[in-house]
């Protein structure tokens, strides 16, 4: 069972796929809270304290991409999207947008829980061991213990998703990390093979933390994986 203090936001037009939904995460202690229109959805996340969005890119009069880069442009909250199109662009567009994760139609209430579980995990994350102090990659500084991220003294702001992913690059500091290594220790098992994700979030998180031009904060071993240089 879940505390019901867990706010799932469904953002579903199918009635069926609703109930289907709305029933099976109910009865596991969620609260549900459904739109079918996609209308106000970043105001809608902000007032029901949404912890997870399950959202739909073919909304009548709304586009689910839009949606997801509106919704993760004003808040850190978990994005699942939930689509009938299984396309590896829609997959990578959608991550790039923000989504933290992506669930084909059809797929199994076992399935989606698992992916919620997941996320959820992330979000809620102990702090790890930071050593007393943050570590230090030039200007990167990263505080474990606070979950806090800056740049050249000016915080960052990271998904849970992305503190995940740079947590295990840090930790690592100087050695190799392969896709399949990344993908199980921030999204979980069975995710291994997924490796836009990993080149997606590694991208993502590039952009906030590197300067053009710059070293490299995430270096790419190509056909291996990533790694970080060894922190001051």
Not at 117 to 141: D, E, I, M
Not at 181 to 205: D, F, I, N
């Amino acid at each position: 069972m879940t505390d019901q203090s867990t706010v799932i936001l469904l953002v579903e037009d199918d009635p069926n796929i609703v109930d289907l939904v709305r029933a099976n995460l109910m009865a596991r202690g969620f609260t549900v809270v459904v739109s079918r229109t996609g209308a106000g959805i970043p105001a809608l996340v902000r007032d029901t304290g949404a912890d997870v969005v399950l959202l739909d890119l073919m909304l009548p009069g709304a586009d689910g991409f839009d949606l997801c880069r509106d919704v993760r442009a004003e808040s850190l909250v978990g994005i699942i999207v939930v689509s009938a199109r299984r396309g590896e662009q829609d997959k990578v567009r959608a991550l790039n947008l923000g989504a933290d994760d992506y669930l084909t139609k059809p797929f199994g209430i076992d399935e989606l829980l698992a992916r919620i579980t997941a996320l959820l995990r992330r979000s809620r994350a102990a702090p790890a061991a930071g050593a007393g102090r943050p570590l230090v990659f030039g200007a990167v500084s990263i505080d474990l213990d606070a979950q806090l991220v800056a740049k050249n003294g000016e915080r960052v702001h990271l998904t849970p998703t992305e503190f995940a992913l740079l947590r295990e690059l840090a930790l690592a500091s100087g050695g190799l990390l392969s896709h399949a290594t990344l993908l199980r220790k921030v999204w979980g098992p069975g995710y291994e093979t997924e490796t836009e994700y990993t080149r997606v979030y590694v991208r993502r998180l590039r952009a906030k933390l590197e300067d053009e031009g710059g070293p490299p904060l995430i270096v790419t071993e190509p056909r291996a994986g990533y790694r970080m240089p060894v922190g001051d």
